[in-house]
């Protein structure tokens, strides 16, 4: 097999695109790793080396700032300039103080939901109990529900808006596309979303003024310093990263993570009678199937990386998911191993901007994984490989159909 290197842009970027390749992207991923840092195009590096992408990830001469935004209409935020974007697009030092405001508050309210968690979960498979044997989409009835219901409840936000949040939360993930993968419509139709979601946010975000509950938002809105907090329009922007960060991703953890178990029944046994066994599994899950396999960075300065000079202003994408199949970093990388030492993946990212809502995350998905494998009888899959979504940044599959002979009450 010949080794990748100095593609020219059109081949590797749209091989990395092609939907046609979403249900396995890793034999050419491993082609990719071959070479840890390569030229994707006249201005962009493809970076695929666990070494190389940990390194870049805590460099900070990497940016994550768009530097062509226009900010000539745009408002003030709480360090006087302009509002560009999420905390998530903002490079430190303002980026630190919006993520220490908000993880002050988020922390503390996601360490008892557990328990919660687990109720919601064992709810949406109690929907199913007269369907049995039958068939259920994990996507459709279990994993796409989950976060909705677990921010809508760290948000206030009552269960009859639930559906509006899950609407909103599947057409702003668009956001999280790369720009140059999405049509005219698509970006015009985005611009209407934002527009909708905080004439949506707004009254809710007035409401809680007025009357302050124990949530996030009226958390967000009040405690603290006044003259550090996030004004209104960086809180609307917070809390609708929060939506769309937490979403899409943790369906497809909960997806993947569903289809590597009943790929492997070995590991999916070990779980049915060690409920011990899922923090495990789910890290595993996170290295072999990352939710998100791609992020990018734009070089603030010139720096040298594994004999390339990469210069000011050019962009690097980082492909977590190869750096997590790394041979160099990972024993036989494509083995799905629950028990694997040292596991320490690039799913979650790292440096200052290491996911956010990572323990959130990973709870969801142990408590999901854990009931599917134990409530379900006989679990297996009506196809393999499932139909992905065309996505390549946030990676999963569109629908998970699982046949089962029964359902423990
Ligand atoms: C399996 C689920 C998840 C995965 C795989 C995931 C992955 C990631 C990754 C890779 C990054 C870093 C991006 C970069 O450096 O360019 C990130 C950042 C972030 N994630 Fe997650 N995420 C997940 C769940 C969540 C949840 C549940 C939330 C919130 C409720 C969340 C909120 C965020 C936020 C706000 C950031 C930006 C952090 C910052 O800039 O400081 N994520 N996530």
Known sequence: MTVATNYPAATAYRRILDP???HNPYPYFAELCRVPVQRLDADTWLVSSHEAITRLLRDPRMSVQDRDIDTTDAPLGSDGEPVTGPFLFRDPPHHDSLREQTMYRFAPRIMGLRPNIEMLVTGLLDKRL????????V???????LPVGVICELLGVPPEEEPVFHSFAGRLTKALDPEETLTEQE???LAVTRREWREYLMPMIAQRIE???PDLISALLTDGDPSTRM???ELGITLGMLLIAGHETTVNLVANGTLALLR???ALARLRTDPELAAAVVEEVLRYDPPVQLTGRRATADIELDGHTIRAGEHVSLLLAAGNRDPRRFADPDAFWPERPNNAHLAFGGGVHYCFGAALARMEAQVALTVIVTRLD???LVDDPPPYRPNMLLRGPEQLRVAHDGITG
């Open 130 to 137: 007269s369907d049995q044997p039958g068939q259920l989409d």
């Open 378 to 380: 006989n679990p297996r």
């Open 139 to 145: 996507v459709a009835e279990l994993a796409y529900p």
């Open 231 to 233: 004004t209104l329009v």
């Open 264 to 266: 492997h029944p070995e």
């Open 187 to 189: 970006i015009t139709e």
């Open 211 to 213: 009357h302050p509950g």
């Open 20 to 22: 046609a390749n979403r």
